[in-house]
């Protein structure tokens, strides 16, 4: 899922897709969803005003 402002209770705006490190980065493509909000989300994307991410996650396993 690719979600606005990490928040989980509204729909996501896309989702990632070809996900692979790149030169010490993590790289992937976004393939923006069908909705009102995402569009605007992508047109504000191509016009240059939305140029960042930030990854949020939940690992599977961890320790102490």
Sequence with gaps: MFL???DYSQLPIGKA???AP???KL???IQFAD???A???Y???KGGFLNAVSVG???KEYSD
């Design 22 to 24: 790149k030169d010490g």
């Design 35 to 37: 909705h009102p909000f």
């Design 27 to 29: 790289q992937f493509r």
């Design 57 to 59: 996650f939940a690992p």
């Design 17 to 19: 897709v070809d996900v």
């Design 39 to 41: 569009e605007t989300c």
């Design 4 to 6: 606005w402002a990490h």
């Design 43 to 45: 047109k504000l994307y």
